[in-house]
């Protein structure tokens, strides 16, 4: 039964906004209360305060992002403790977490209230950056976390381990952790290798790294994966799912595990994992004319 709902949507899309007002109505009719970000209740001209992200993880269940896979994660980052379950509605081609379409969403949110809908838990990793023996970042990534190289800055060697293993010094544009559904973003760009998203693992992919042998790594979700920062005076970033960055200095170690909280997402009843990848990468698609 749902107690309260959240509602995000991203910001400039009109379709969005649109379909925002019916959830909102959907809502009154219950005699719902309903959470908002700051940037939702502005587009929707809502006479109420917006709640942060980590605050709507914490009280409201169902959520419902409207937008791509972008606007959903920027807010599932934040999910401590058990997950809410998270109903992302895409407004463009079908989103690899993004399965409802803006025509579903209402039926969708019928069938959370009876507890009928399809749902699939997703892993995250939490990450923190140590400096001089203090935490001075930290963060969870439903995607991935990148340890990369500035725009114009030389290419840098990161020191790569695993429990405490020495694995390689890596020289290269930077380095990709990843989880299972990361692995369908900048970690398959890179040459990462395609994991299912039920699978408890970690990827390691180095980008464009200047050495044929530095291949990309798949982990058990276990390891504790540490990249480190030798000696270099140039800039070096930790992005965050390509959405939260923190800028690097010479000695940082950046530990990276599986986090202990997962994300419970809504899943399509009529598409399997394979349908989407078929979808979205075209396989089976001619690569020519007829």
């Known amino acids: 039964m749902i107690q309260r709902l959240g509602l995000v949507i991203r910001p400039g899309s009109?379709?969005?906004?649109?379909?925002?007002?019916?959830?909102?109505?959907?809502?009154?009719?219950?005699?719902?209360?309903?959470?908002?970000?700051?940037?939702?209740?502005?587009?929707?001209?809502?006479?109420?305060?917006?709640?942060?992200s980590k605050e709507m993880v914490q009280r409201a269940d169902p959520i419902i992002t409207l937008g791509g896979d972008g606007?959903?994660?920027?807010?599932?980052?934040?999910?401590?403790?058990?997950?809410p379950v998270f109903v992302g509605v895409n407004f463009g081609n079908l989103g690899f977490l993004t399965e409802v379409r803006p025509d579903e969403l209402l039926s969708v949110?019928?069938?959370?209230a009876k507890g009928t809908v399809k749902c699939a838990e997703r892993v995250l990793l939490e990450l923190q950056v140590h400096r001089k023996g203090a935490i001075v970042f930290e963060s969870r990534a439903v995607n991935d976390v990148v340890v990369q190289k500035g725009a114009r800055s030389r290419l840098p060697e990161l020191d790569l381990s695993v429990n405490g293993n020495d694995v390689a010094r890596i020289r290269a544009d930077g380095i990709i952790l990843s989880t299972p559904t990361g692995s369908t973003a900048y970690s398959l760009a890179a040459g990462g290798s395609i994991a299912h998203p039920s699978l408890s693992v970690i990827l390691v992919t180095p980008i464009c790294p200047h050495s044929l042998t530095n291949r990309p790594l798949i982990l058990p979700g276990s390891a504790a994966v540490e990249v480190e920062l030798p000696k270099f005076d140039d800039e070096v970033i930790v992005t965050v799912d390509g959405q939260v960055s923190e800028p690097l200095q010479s000695g940082d170690i950046v530990k990276v595990s599986q986090a202990r909280q997962t994300v419970k997402f809504v899943v399509s009843r009529e598409k399997s994992y394979f349908d989407i990848l078929r979808t979205k990468l075209n396989w089976g698609v001619p690569n020519r004319p007829d």
Do not use: F, H
């Open 109 to 112: 949110l019928d069938a959370v």
């Open 14 to 52: 009109q379709k969005a906004a649109n379909l925002a007002r019916e959830v909102v109505s959907w809502c009154q009719a219950r005699s719902l209360p309903l959470d908002v970000c700051p940037q939702t209740a502005k587009a929707l001209k809502l006479t109420v305060n917006g709640v942060s």
């Open 71 to 83: 606007t959903l994660i920027g807010v599932a980052r934040y999910v401590e403790g058990s997950s």
